[in-house]
């Protein structure tokens, strides 16, 4: 009796066990709160800003931006070799080190200094404060992603939906594979894959992209290696068959083509009005050679963009380094695309739209980081045989990916400088150094991508092949070494104001107050009160991450006093949503977050 009460007390145990195996990604995301308004004297005095951590433990870091300056500070380098241009931006002022705080309440503070110690006068600026998991480990959100190369060299990850919503479920995808996030990640069934038919002689390049419509239909780049031509290809996806070319893009399914001297691609991004893509030729050329080309949706090039620049260097080639550093990389968020190489110092973000636009070539690189801030830097050693030499792939940090948050944080993974994950830019890119997440080793690292869009699943996604040290041995590549499967750590920025005015927190009349919505978290009701100092017409409207208005709950007269109105957002994916209430002059924004 005692041996089949163990028996049946195991079997219970093993059938609990696989029944928690079974269960859908759920991440515990790591979200920050602050006051969107702050004021300061600028007297000296230390700043106290309240900060409140959910969800995990976080290292932040606090940074301190000019506000409304942009349009003075137009195509200006500066910096050591120069290493940082900027045009028509607001630019960094200060940043911290690194904060490590607990969940729950903690508190940022700042002397009202500059980087350089010189003391900011009074005005108004915006904050920032960025935030990554680095105590917590790596969870899992799928054990067959990615497959070797996938995170360098095709992966996206789509975020929102045709509306331009977040994603119940964002889709991480390749050329040839789709993972909807959220899934149980040892379900290898759920995994969707296509076939993607190619004329002969032609094959796909870099990263694929859905398109932001109707998301049965892709975009790739497409190469024909003997005749060095390219273009981009529309295919309809075929889940687990054969995905169908789109004869009526372009001229019989290619779009204009353009000529390359060979090497790789960053493949296609888009921000919903155009299609992008480009060739980098740093293997293929001795000769000065990127570009950037502009495409509409009908397969037709709209413009020609050339990067040489900045991403060839005759000099480079000169000391036995390389002509051209790529990009090989793109990556876009809010109309801004962003682009990489492992070859090369440089990174860049570009706002294509913008310079379409207006015609001015300054509106189209934003900022550009290359050598001389020490973060991915290349040949910045004493003892670098090319002293400060930028397009070298002999060298690391190997950058493989670009990944921008919403607020243009950007971490570009690092290879081969030391235990670490990424290295990072501010939103003007300027370099804030190298971080870690958790028991990260020296060995191989070949993505970090941020999904930033009020999802469900907003955080770091990541490889594992570190915990596999060298992946390259004579023989060949020995891919089993690795981990297997695709991670999450947590991620979250925010921003706000610092002003020496007088805010709308000590002017308003006591009466005009604005109340955290409740329940928050909620589904799919809520409810927002707030109270009016007189009556008159009142506005309550509710917006998305991206700044979109989704919703307008109140717009009419209302007496003065106390109301309460309830949100379905029945209609609206899950995520993290903004509402503001406007009435008598006054304004006041409060985050919301939807779950479903």
Request: charged share 20%; hydrophobic share 35%.
């Given at each position: 009796m005692k041996m089949r009460k163990i028996v049946v007390t195991l079997l219970?145990?093993?059938?609990?066990?696989?029944?928690?195996?079974?269960?859908?990604f759920a991440p515990t995301l790591l979200k920050l709160t602050a006051d969107p308004i702050i004021q300061y004297s600028f007297d000296g005095s230390e700043l106290s800003i309240p900060v409140t951590v959910s969800g995990h433990t976080a290292g932040v870091v606090f940074l301190v931006f000019t506000k409304g300056q942009a349009a003075k500070i137009p195509n200006t380098r500066n910096g050591y070799l120069g290493w940082h241009h900027v045009s028509k931006l607001d630019t960094?002022?200060?940043?911290?080190?690194?904060?490590?705080f607990n969940v729950g309440k903690n508190t940022i503070t700042w002397n009202g200094k500059d980087q350089d110690g010189g003391k900011v006068p009074p005005g108004e600026y915006t904050y920032?404060?960025?935030?990554?998991?680095?105590?917590?480990?790596?969870e899992r959100m799928s054990d067959f992603l990615p497959l070797h190369w996938a995170f360098d060299y095709g992966t996206e990850i789509q975020e929102v939906d045709t509306k331009g919503l977040p994603l119940a479920n964002p889709i991480w995808y390749t050329v040839n594979l789709r993972w909807?996030?959220?899934?149980?990640?040892?379900?290898?069934?759920?995994?969707?894959?296509?076939?993607?038919p190619m004329a002969e002689g032609w094959g796909t390049v870099g990263d694929p992209t859905i398109e932001p419509t109707d998301f049965n239909y892709f975009y790739v780049a497409s190469q024909n290696t003997t005749a060095t031509t390219r273009g981009i290809q529309k295919f309809k996806w075929v889940p687990n068959g054969t995905s169908e070319l789109?004869?009526?893009?372009?001229?019989?399914?290619?779009?204009?083509?353009?000529?390359?001297?060979g090497g790789g691609s960053p493949g296609i991004a888009t921000d919903g009005v155009y299609l992008y893509t480009g060739d980098e030729n740093h293997v293929a050329s001795t000769e000065p050679d990127s570009d950037f080309y502009i495409y509409d949706f009908d397969g037709a090039m709209v413009k020609e963009v050339d990067l040489t620049s900045w991403w060839s260097e005759p000099a480079s080639l000169a000391l036995g380094a390389q002509m051209n550093g790529g990009?090989?990389?793109?990556?876009?968020?809010k109309g801004m695309v962003f682009l990489n190489c492992h070859c090369s110092c440089w990174n860049q973000m570009v706002d294509p739209k913008g310079y379409l636009e207006s015609g001015d070539i300054?509106?189209?690189?934003?900022?550009?980081?290359?050598?001389?801030?020490?973060?991915?830097d290349h040949n910045f050693e004493e003892t670098a045989s090319l002293k400060w030499v930028c397009n070298d792939y002999n060298v690391g940090p190997y950058k493989y990916n670009v990944s921008p948050d919403a607020n243009f944080f950007t971490d570009v993974n690092a290879y081969d400088v030391g235990a670490v994950t990424f290295g990072l830019y501010a939103p003007d890119g300027t370099g804030l150094g190298y971080y870690a997440f958790a028991g990260e080793t020296s060995g191989w690292k070949k993505g970090t991508m941020v999904v930033d869009s009020g999802t469900p699943f907003d955080g770091y996604y990541c490889d594992n092949e570190q915990a596999g040290g060298t992946h390259y041995q004579e023989g060949g590549w020995q891919a089993n070494q690795y981990t297997s499967g695709c991670f999450f750590i947590g991620e979250d920025s925010i921003t706000g104001v610092i002003?020496?005015?007088?805010?709308?927190?000590?002017?308003?009349?006591?009466?005009?107050?604005?109340?955290q919505n409740s329940p928050n978290p909620f589904n799919p009701t809520t409810t927002i009160s707030f109270s009016l100092a007189q009556a008159g017409n009142a506005l309550v409207e509710v917006y998305n991450v991206a700044g979109q208005k989704v919703d307008t709950i109140v717009n009419g007269f209302m007496e003065s006093g106390s109301h309460s109105v309830v949100w379905n957002a029945s209609d609206f994916s899950a995520g993290v949503y903004f509402y503001t209430v406007k009435a008598g002059g006054f304004s006041k924004t409060m985050k919301m977050t939807l779950l479903k």
């Open positions: 219970i145990a093993m059938f609990v066990s696989t029944l928690s195996f079974a269960a859908n960094c002022m200060y940043f911290s080190t690194m904060k490590g920032y404060m960025w935030a990554f998991d680095n105590v917590g480990g790596k909807k996030i959220g899934s149980d990640p040892l379900d290898g069934t759920l995994l969707e894959t296509t076939t993607i789109q004869t009526d893009f372009g001229e019989n399914g290619y779009s204009d083509l353009y000529s390359t001297k990009p090989t990389n793109f990556a876009e968020r300054d509106d189209f690189f934003k900022w550009t980081n290359g050598d001389g801030d020490y973060t991915l002003t020496s005015a007088v805010g709308v927190s000590e002017t308003a009349p006591a009466a005009f107050s604005v109340a």
